[in-house]
Each structure stands twice: as structure tokens, then as C-alpha cells.
């Protein structure tokens, strides 16, 4: 936040850049969690893991337990009353996780989806979380992957602007970067470009 002077703007694209396994997913549900805390609406996407095992990593970070902790049928109760505890909070955001099947989720598949939760439940997001945009399926088709993926991080950015909120999304680097300290946008995966359609990032 100090870096960003105050963190993602409403209507920005940020993405999280890393190698596989390097907690790419564990990043973004601190940054939902954070948001969520700070009494902020957050939809998370998931095109990748459950719902349920996003939800479960919510809830580590939410009762500040391990997953270790979390399992133990002993704990449960303690657990329950950490979330409990947070539920009473005067001012505290509202979380939605959703999942959808690799390559199977266009960018008009949120927007329908944000649309019918604002009809439904009158639920507006201040941010969106996209674990990972890079599994979505684009909704057009190019030639090059490359151009899919240039063209894809450009719709879920105009996502942002026409909600009216942050987007944070996650993106794998090359194995080339699995040797380095320092990870930079040359070491983006697939496609250069998405570098050039994001405001920030990490």
C-alpha cells in the first residue's frame, strides 16, 4: 500500500507475477482477506481450485488458524468462534467465492455473473480476484496465443472500469525464473504484452 501510494484504484489492473507453487493463490485470498476486513465487497474468482478449498483458505486467514489447526475436530469450535467473532464486527466487508472449470470462463461469463448478484442480492464488489487469469478462456480467438492473452487481460481490466472496482489477478512466470532472485516482466509466461495492459504489479 505505501509503495502504491494507497493500493489499487478502482478501475486498475493488478497482477501477481511468480513461478508454479510459489503461493500465487495464497497471496491473492491475503489480499481478499484484507479487503474483506477493511469493510470492503470482494468476488473471488477460482479457475483453478474448489470453492471449497478457496473458502477453507479464507477461513485460515480469517480465524488466523493453520490448516493443521483448521482439521483437528478438537478445534472446531474455537475455529468457529474466530469466525464468529468477525461476523460481529461492526464494519466488515462481504466475501463471495465462486469456481468455475479451467477454460471454461470468459470475461462475459463475470460480467453476467456480477450483473445477476447485483440484481439478486444488491451485492456491488470493490474488488475482484482472478485466480488465475491465464486459464480463462479469451473471448476471441487468435491466431497466437500470445494476441489471446494480450486481448483477454484488456477485457477483465474494462471489467474493472465498468463495475467500478480493483482487479486482482495472478499470472506464472517462465522456468527461467525459477533459478532467480529478482522475477521481472521479461520472465512473463506466454505473452509480454499483459505487462502492457496492467497498472501494477508484483
Sequence with gaps: DNIM????????LGI?????????????VNFGAHATF???NVVHYSFEMSEDMITKRYDMRLAEKTAEFLSNKDNRKKAGKSLEAFKAMKRHG?????DYPTRTCTPTMI?????????????TPDLIILDYPDIMKPGRQYHER???LEMLYEDIRAIGAQFNCAVWGASQTNRGALAKE???IADLAESFGKAAVADFMI
Design 111 to 123: 460480467k453476467a455473473h456480477l450483473t445477476k448478484l447485483k440484481m439478486s442480492m444488491g451485492f
Design 5 to 12: 501510494s494507497g493500493g489499487l484504484g478502482r478501475g486498475e
Design 182 to 184: 529478482v522475477v521481472t
Design 94 to 98: 462481504h466475501l463471495i467465492v465462486k
Design 146 to 148: 500470445r494476441n489471446e
Design 16 to 28: 501477481v507475477i511468480a513461478p508454479p507453487g510459489s503461493g500465487k493463490t495464497l497471496t491473492l
Design 38 to 40: 477493511n469493510g470492503k
